[in-house]
């Protein structure tokens, strides 16, 4: 079955400061994705890709940015972190999820 | 446009009861269709999945799902329900295996 870490787990940032979520897949997926899921929100679609150096908008993408420098790896960029981006955010490789992160923003 | 919806936001059930957990979609043709399950502070795993063929797909832990083209559903079901199977429940569909839709998710509690 495909492998997809995430990196780090955990996270406390600062408001202001930049944040950068990594995703690391195994199975050689075209296509990966950032979710965050919050309380009454589901799971909402912030940024994907369909391959190396390719990113494109999702469904909230304001705030994030996404770089795919690789087949592999798919970052999240929170170039300034704010309160409200406090959540849970997943990485996706095709139809399988890391075991996601959890970002609080002082 | 293409959506999932599940009805139930909370069900309960006890344990060694059967289930079914239901979710309907909003596509005009015959998308991919998954079920995940996500346990207290972990993330999504993959239950089942149909992509085509035998309406009823099995899936891991006894769960099993029926799609109804007819009834644009993709219920899911077990027969037996166990204490762990407590979790929240996601119905979710793909187009041509891109990004995937997802549904707002079932509360599934199993009571002893």
């Known amino acids: 079955e495909a492998a997809v870490t995430q990196s780090p787990r955990n996270k406390v940032a600062v408001t202001g400061g930049k944040v950068t979520l990594s995703c690391n897949q195994t199975?050689?997926?075209?296509?990966m994705y950032w979710y965050r899921q919050d309380t009454g929100h589901g799971l909402r679609l912030i940024h994907y890709s369909y391959g190396a150096g390719s990113t494109e908008k999702g469904d909230i993408p304001d705030g994030y940015k996404a770089s795919r420098p690789s087949q592999e790896n798919f970052s999240l960029i929170l170039e300034l972190a704010t309160p409200s981006q406090t959540s849970v955010y997943f990485c996706?490789?095709?139809?399988?999820f890391g075991p996601g992160t959890r970002l609080t923003v002082l | 446009a293409q959506s999932v919806t599940q009805p139930d936001a909370r069900v309960t059930v006890s344990e060694g009861a059967s289930l079914q957990l239901r979710c309907k979609y909003s596509y005009s043709a015959t998308p991919y269709l998954f079920w995940y399950v996500q346990y207290p502070r972990q993330g999504l795993q993959l239950l089942l999945k149909y992509y085509s063929g035998d309406p009823v797909v099995q899936g891991v832990n006894s769960f099993e799902a029926e799609f109804s083209k007819s009834n644009s559903s993709f219920h899911l079901q077990k027969a037996s329900v166990h204490w762990s199977d407590s979790a929240v429940y996601f119905c979710a569909l793909s187009i041509s295996n891109n990004r995937i839709f997802f549904g707002d998710g079932t509360q599934l509690v199993v009571k002893p």
């Open positions: 199975n050689n997926h075209n296509n």
């Open positions: 996706a490789s095709g139809q399988y």
